[in-house]
């Protein structure tokens, strides 16, 4: 997992591949630059609809230490010619620059899984370059069996534990909290439809908790989820 939101990405080759790995950069918020003697169209229509710069022309490795650009962040070398591909990864590392290489994992610092997103939930599937097509196969029963709710879950989890992080000075006491939340099948009260009017109840709650008021230093409140035992898991 890499940030490369507003970081400049290179990748060299305009071909099908390269399509598709343009696109995986331009999800994660990246500033992606394409060098190839050729692009596709679909290359260049994304050029004049977003902010993707295209350069047309064989990779010169000077493009990696051009003074006058900010260094790229990471390199895809996703040409169709082996050995383009193989000296891109060789300048590349030289620089220090991770790069990938669509035909050639064996020299990648770095190898591009199959993707299942749910929200904030990322499941990621590698074979490390075995079969590419069974990481696909695998990532797509992985799809099947994880329905939206996961994406509602994951918001419930993140929120409630920055609640936690900002009122529970104690780092055992937030630790034991984060444990405790998962053991709750919240699962099963968004696939019934009421997760909506339990979470009111839940944060009316909260908000009313000891812990959530004010940590005196010499009156340490040790916190609780007992309030759960009133309000449980079903409405
Ligand atoms: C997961 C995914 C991610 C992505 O690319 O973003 C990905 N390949 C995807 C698609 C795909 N790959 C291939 C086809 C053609 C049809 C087919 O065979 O099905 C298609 C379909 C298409 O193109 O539409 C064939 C293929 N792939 C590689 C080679 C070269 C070689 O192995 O030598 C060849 C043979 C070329 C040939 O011989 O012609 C190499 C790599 N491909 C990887 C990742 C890395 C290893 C992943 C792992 O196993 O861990 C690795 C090593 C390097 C890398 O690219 O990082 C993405 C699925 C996205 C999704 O989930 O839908
Ligand atoms: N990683 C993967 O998922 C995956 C999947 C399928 C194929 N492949 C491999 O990826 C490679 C590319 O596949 P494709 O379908 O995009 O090929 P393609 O033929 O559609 O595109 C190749 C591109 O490379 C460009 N190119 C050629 N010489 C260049 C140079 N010196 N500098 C910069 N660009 C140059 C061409 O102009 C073209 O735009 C193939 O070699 C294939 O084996 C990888």
Known sequence: MMNVSGSPCLI????????????????AGANVTVVSPEFTEALIELASSTDVVLIRQPFDAAILTDEESERFALVIAASNQAQVNRAVAQASKACGILVNVVDQPEISSFILPSVVRRGKLVITVSTGGASPSAARKIAKEIDNAYGDEYEIYLDFLSETRLLIQ?????KQARQRLFKEML??????LIRKGVFDSWRERFNLE???APWMVSQDEDELVSPSWSFMNEIGLYI
């Open 206 to 208: 909260l908000q009313a």
């Open 183 to 188: 053991a709750w099948d919240v699962m099963g």
């Open 166 to 170: 900002n009122h529970v000075k104690d």
């Open 12 to 27: 060299v080759g305009g071909g099908r591949v390269a399509e598709r790995k343009v696109q995986s950069l331009q999800q």
